[in-house]
């Protein structure tokens, strides 16, 4: 069974990319690939990257084929390759292209599994002027439990697909203004309501100088405006400027919290509606430190401006590190529950501090728990667990 159990990621961007309130052209140019890399890989994700474009709705998508269409149709075949694909693409009616470049793709085994690691970028031209208008270069690693380094390599390139899906977006933010405003909702006219979904968020810039976001509930198609709920903010007026504000489902902290009464430090992430917890506790002894991970679900209850509440639990292990070894395998594992409520108050939607606090219980035989008394003073099998941290969206 593949495992996911840690994932690094760094995105560099430059530029700014493009407001548009309707569909527009778009062309997927033939991958880039370093020496030595597999074309297969870097077919692989250009297909991604025209699948997330098309779910985005906002998209005419022209590939490589449509391309080679054209340039046969017209005779194009003497002009070099970019310029054979710029010409194509404003033939087509496009105003804009995406060029994926792939410079590293690599898994290296160890322990149980393999470290895959990828480096890419997307960069986006006008094709009238041939201007690079946005770029961004990802570096990401994952390790994952797996039998051979392709099948890890392919575990990474489907974790990419959001982080696409993602720039895609920053790349071409919708744009639109505020039509009218009634009992806590916007409705926002100046757009093509079907190039947006429902969840996404808008920043609006009101005439006072404040900021107000509000989340796409709807579309009124009688008078064919995007609906939208006021999260927080100021008080928007009719014809504030309104822009895509894209955000990330993955959401990540670093926190300061108690367990059993000691203190400890950890990271709590969570995409969706699963979450994972991973800590140490500050009590060592000869070099063995005890450290505790938690995975299961979490639901969000209600929210109520930059203020929500959300139900979480999971199963957990607390395990013995030696710090002194090379090896993150841990022993004299403990099994147990938790759950609890989490507290979360948004500076924005992409970032903000939260507070956990949940129940734990652990199940522990009898020498076991003695050991962890003896060394951490862990005397406790059933505790609160309390833990408070800034987060941010990856």
Request: hydrophobic share 40%; proline share 2%; glycine share 10%.
């Amino acid at each position: 069974m593949k495992k996911i159990v840690f994932l690094f990621l760094l995105f560099f961007g430059i530029a700014f990319g493009i407001t548009i309130s309707e569909k527009t052209g778009l062309v997927i140019l033939p991958a880039k690939v370093g020496n030595g890399w597999n074309m297969d890989e870097a077919d692989y994700l250009i297909s991604l990257l025209e699948e997330k474009a098309l779910s985005l709705g906002r998209f005419r998508v022209f590939s490589r084929n449509d391309l080679d269409m054209i340039v046969k149709e017209r005779n194009l075949a003497d002009l070099g390759i970019v310029e054979q694909t710029f010409e194509a693409g404003k033939i087509l009616g496009a105003k804009y292209a995406v060029l994926l470049t792939l410079t590293e793709l690599s898994a290296q085994y160890e322990k149980n599994g393999y470290t895959a690691s990828l480096r890419l970028s997307l960069k986006l031209y006008n094709l009238s002027t041939g201007e690079l208008l946005a770029a961004k270069t990802f570096d990401k690693s994952t390790y994952v439990e797996e039998e051979t380094s392709q099948k890890a390599i392919n575990s990474l390139l489907e974790l990419i697909s959001e982080d696409i899906w993602i720039t895609l977006r920053e790349f071409f933010k919708v744009e639109a203004y505020v039509k009218r405003v009634e009992n806590g909702k916007v409705y926002l006219a100046g757009l093509d309501p079907n190039i947006v979904k429902k969840g996404f968020i808008f920043k609006i810039e009101t005439s006072e100088g404040d900021v107000v976001y509000a989340k796409v509930i709807g579309v009124d198609r009688n008078e064919n405006l995007v609906i939208a709920k006021i999260k927080y903010g100021g008080n928007p007026s009719v014809y504030d400027p309104a822009l895509e504000y894209p955000i990330s489902n993955t959401f990540g902290s670093f926190s300061i919290g108690m367990y059993a009464g000691k203190i400890s430090l950890g990271i709590f992430g969570y995409s969706k509606n699963i979450f994972a917890d991973i800590g140490i506790i500050l009590s060592s002894e000869l070099g063995y430190v005890p450290g505790y991970s938690t995975v299961g679900g979490i639901i969000k209850l209600f929210e109520m401006g930059q203020v929500s509440f959300s139900g979480f639990g999971g199963l957990q292990i607390l395990g013995i590190y030696d710090t002194n070894s090379e090896s993150s395998d841990s022993f004299l594992n403990v099994f147990g529950v938790s759950g609890g409520i989490q507290l979360k108050y948004e500076f924005e939607p992409k970032n903000g501090v939260l507070v956990n606090v949940g129940y734990t219980m652990l199940f522990p035989g009898d020498l076991v728990k003695y050991i962890y008394e003896q060394l951490f003073g862990i005397d406790k099998t059933s505790f609160t667990q309390i833990s408070l941290g800034y987060f941010m969206s990856f």
